[in-house]
């Protein structure tokens, strides 16, 4: 979240601002560049299949 602080420094007038979304959104997208994927990640798929079978569906 450095990245995100590091765009968002100077703004100012968080409270009230219209705009505090579209910054955020802003430094998020900026810093996603140097996000990095988690291992194991192509193996998410089959957990979720396993946990469906484990845990029951209560709808």
Not at 26 to 42: I, K, P
Not at 48 to 58: G, H, R, S, W
């Amino acid at each position: 979240m450095g990245d995100v602080e590091e765009h968002t420094r100077k703004v100012k007038r968080w409270h009230h601002s219209p705009q505090r979304h579209q910054w955020m959104a802003l430094a998020v997208l900026e810093a996603e560049n140097g996000f990095r994927r988690l291992d194991g990640y192509e193996d998410l798929p089959r957990l979720q299949a396993a946990l469906k079978e484990t845990i029951p569906d209560e709808g």
